[in-house]
């Protein structure tokens, strides 16, 4: 029931209570001033997650933020391919490492943003804070990475599995950040300009999904061709630190207490010049742990589009190494042993047209090139640096007997999967499959069904195929997966193996190839029953 209005008392201000006191308000409260009176109540604290006081209209505070996410998401994304990229080479299998990569970015994305909540009140501070954070560990993480395997990858024990342990806690430490970025601009955003939380959302991810998409791109065509793993990664930190410092300390500057301002700009600061110096560094750096890798006798490094060649010794009476992506492909104490061993049985019959795939190094060329009655060599590699180096360096030149410039020799730079397919039926009789090891996810294709069954066509009658399956000691499952694929194309095949453990597969068409091996190799029985053939979309290595 709503009492009619009564008057008020002589003395009291208009529309107010008895002795002035203010409507609502307790006993003994100070009464409101009349108006027109100066107002003397206390002002209230101002509230962080009220709108924030901009140096610039909301439209233009809201547009940079939201260039702010873009940059952001983009350097996120690089961190997570630089983390890719790297351990793929380092520990091989990139299908795996990208596996755990993503997996555990995502999973701690989630983790981060859940812990950002008790940020949000400090929005400002906090998300300079975790740029901060983010910019040092993503941009230092490949260098980080790649010390811990040249200094320490061989220790064994219980650092054997150091890098994948540093892999983990980096893609961890990233996702967490990453995740935390989420909550504390959606709370800058809607500081700058309240909107329905749909829309601010919509907005966010579209920034955040565009700049993925750019970072993603940029990756592999601008900054690993032109800057290599660690020089990217290191730009990429600074790219992104001072993204988040130019955001928070210009827009949101009030925000925060001088001391504050203070803080982030000393870290700030303090990370860019980490990094510089880190770019400067970075080739010593690199050299450095090469050397620790490698030895130090380097004397040749190169990274080709397709992969890194290393090329040690060959002068002062040290023997020639040639290293593909880490892995020991030719030279060194065994000299031509691996590769005697691939070409000298499957040259044991006919042999006047012989097929190499890869063998850009011209060191199986070699070999075929000194069995008697060959007439005609064709090789098909995908990395042309590695056959310009084979024809230009003097020791692997030497090394290979100048085999690639010989004129029975032909050599195309192509894919090898699309060379066999292109290859008319019965066109050698002998084919040599000198490629990549067969638990690299890069060259899993190379040992599928499909790619044997291809390999048959082009064999002429009773021709041979040689092929390195792997080190049988080490790997014994990889090898004997490559026998029974080779065997599921409807070939016959002989095993062996070669003094130091490597593992080989000699096969044939129709009778069982006749196998006539040399000193310090043997052939190996059948191998254990019961395992499947790897296909293009079933690999089982």
């Known amino acids: 029931m709503i009492e009619p209005h009564a008057p008020a008392p002589p003395g009291a201000a208009p529309g107010g209570t008895p002795g002035g006191a203010t409507p609502g308000a307790p006993s003994g409260a100070p009464p409101r001033a009349p108006s027109g009176a100066p107002h003397t109540a206390p002002p209230r604290a101002p509230s962080r997650r009220g709108p924030a006081r901009l140096p610039v209209r909301p439209d233009t505070g809201r547009f940079l933020v939201l260039a702010c996410v873009f940059v952001c998401a983009a350097c996120g994304l690089v961190y997570e391919l630089e983390l890719v990229a790297l351990a793929s080479y380092l520990m091989g299998d990139s299908v795996t490492q990208a596996s755990v990569v993503l ?27 975790v740029e901060v954070v983010l910019a040092l560990v993503g941009g230092c993480s490949a260098l980080a990475l790649y010390a811990v395997f ?19 806690a980096f ?3 990233i996702g967490l950040l990453i995740g935390a970025e989420v909550p504390l601009l959606m709370e800058l955003i809607q500081r700058v300009r309240r909107q329905d939380a749909g829309g601010a959302v919509a907005d966010l991810f579209a920034a955040d999904y565009v700049g993925a998409l750019v970072g993603g791109l940029a990756f592999p065509f601008l900054l690993l061709p032109f800057l290599g793993q660690l020089t990217s990664s290191l730009l990429t930190g600074a790219v ?32 860019l010049a980490v990094l510089a110096c880190a770019a400067v560094l970075v080739d010593d750096f690199e050299q450095a742990a090469r050397h620790a890798v490698y030895g130090d006798d380097v004397r040749v490094a190169l990274h080709t589009g397709v992969q890194e060649i290393v090329l040690t010794g060959g002068t002062r009476g040290r023997p020639l190494a040639l290293y593909l992506d880490g892995r020991l492909r030719g030279g060194g104490h065994g000299r031509l042993r691996h590769h005697r061993a691939l070409v000298r049985p499957a040259t044991a019959g006919p042999h006047a047209r012989v097929l190499v795939l890869g063998g850009g190094d011209g060191l199986a060329v070699r070999e075929v090139l000194t069995r008697p009655g060959t007439r005609r060599v064709d090789v098909v590699d995908p990395d042309p640096a590695l056959i310009r180096l084979a024809r230009a360096d003097p020791g692997l030149s030497r090394l290979n007997g100048h085999a ?45 069904l499909e790619f044997y069954g291809l390999a048959r066509r082009a ?72 395992l499947r053939a790897s296909t293009l979309v079933h690999p089982r290595h």
């Open 171 to 173: 893609c961890l430490v």
């Open 404 to 448: 690639i410039d010989d004129p029975r020799v032909r050599v195309t730079v192509g894919d090898v999967f699309r060379r066999l397919r292109e290859t008319p039926p019965g066109t050698y009789d002998v084919v040599i499959a000198d490629l990549p090891d067969p638990g690299m996810t890069a060259s899993t294709k190379l040992y599928s």
């Open 103 to 129: 997996s555990v970015v995502v999973f701690a994305m989630g983790i981060g943003s859940l812990a950002a909540k008790r940020l949000r009140r400090l929005a400002a501070a906090g998300f300079a804070a």
């Open 240 to 271: 992104n630190v001072i993204a988040g410092g130019a955001l928070v300390l210009g827009l949101f500057r009030r925000d925060l207490t001088r001391r504050t301002r203070r803080l982030l700009l000393v870290a700030n600061v303090t990370v």
């Open 459 to 530: 064999l002429r009658p009773g021709g041979r195929l040689a092929v390195h399956a792997g080190p049988v000691d080490v790997r014994p499952y990889t090898f004997w997966t490559v026998e029974t694929t080779m065997r599921a194309a409807g070939l016959r095949t002989a095993p062996y193996r070669a003094e130091g453990g490597g593992g080989f597969v000699l096969a044939a068409a129709g009778t069982r190839p006749d196998l006539r091996l040399g000193p310090g190799e043997r052939a190996l029985r059948a191998g254990p029953a019961g």
């Open 150 to 168: 040249a200094w320490t990858g061989g220790w064994g024990g219980p650092w054997g599995n150091g890098p994948r342990v540093l892999l983990v």
